[in-house]
């Protein structure tokens, strides 16, 4: 039996002539937080839209849990199954408050009461009970963040692959939500952990895997790879080129 809840292989996929995602393997093991980092453009939003199937694999394989998913199972599928994800910039439903927010996710497959009694949950689970009735359009950056992530807990996650989470966040933010990621964690959620701030990756990551235009440069335990001379130059590269632009 496996200890990976995720495992990707080969997975490739081109947009017009640019090769966005080439050969990308790597697992996500049970339990794990696994850093995916390397600079802007060189494929790590698009290789969590191949995982969750918004955009569609030129070729490769996801297996989850031990088996193939076929690539006839789309976004909403592989979500109720627990592959969630959240995004570079959240898209909370801004004329609601943050309890309607998770409630209306949480609705949609239980009673009522059920909802009701999961959004409370969660509420609590996120600390956010003392914003329940704030718009969300008004939460300031880090609780929108984390309601985000509240709204995936109404699918009893297995995964959350997080895109860019500490974005925008001054350095108590950042520390706040790290323990929050954590916190996720330590109740069995694993966790893609999508980041530029290093400081951010080293402190938070079991092991992290390194893009570079498209490609898996290396992985291993965060104090090795972070220190290795070519993973320092795709860094520099992606600078002097211009790809830092925000991704
Ligand atoms: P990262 O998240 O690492 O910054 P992305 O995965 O967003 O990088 O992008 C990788 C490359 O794929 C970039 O060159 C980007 O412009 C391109 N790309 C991503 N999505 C699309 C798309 N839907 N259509 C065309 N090109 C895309
Ligand atoms: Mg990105």
Same mark, same amino acid.
């Given at each position: 039996m496996s200890d990976a809840i995720l495992e990707v292989k080969h997975l490739a996929i081109s947009f017009g002539g640019i090769?966005?995602?080439?050969?990308v393997s790597f697992e996500i093991k049970k339990g794990e937080i696994l850093g995916l980092i390397g600079p802007n453009g060189c494929g790590k939003s698009t290789t969590v839209n191949l995982i969750t199937n918004t955009c569609k694999l030129d070729k490769g394989e996801v297996i989850y849990d031990g088996k193939l998913i076929p690539v006839s199972v789309g976004i909403t599928e592989r979500a109720k199954m627990g592959i969630t994800r959240t995004f570079q910039t959240p898209k909370p439903? @801004?004329? $609601?408050?943050v309890y309607d927010n998770i409630f209306s996710i949480a609705l949609q497959n239980r009673t009522y009461a059920e909802a009701r009694q999961k959004t409370e949950e969660i509420l609590e689970r996120m600390e956010l009970t003392p914003l329940a009735y704030m718009l969300s359009s008004k939460l300031p950056i880090e609780k929108r963040k984390w309601m985000d992530m509240a709204r995936l807990l109404t699918l009893d996650p297995k995964i959350i692959m997080m895109?860019?989470?500490? @974005?925008? $966040?001054n350095p108590s933010e950042m520390e706040s939500s790290l323990q929050m990621v954590r916190k996720l964690n330590s109740e069995g959620i694993s966790i893609l952990f999508i980041e530029h701030v290093m400081k951010a990756v080293a402190s938070l990551c079991h092991r992290v895997v390194v893009m570079n235009e498209g490609r898996v440069l290396c992985e291993g335990v965060p104090q090795e790879v972070l220190k290795r001379q070519d993973v320092i130059e795709a860094y520099l590269g992606g600078a002097a080129n211009g790809k830092h632009a925000k991704g």
């Open positions: 090769k966005a995602v080439q050969d439903f @801004g004329n $609601l408050n895109d860019e989470v500490m @974005g925008g $966040l």
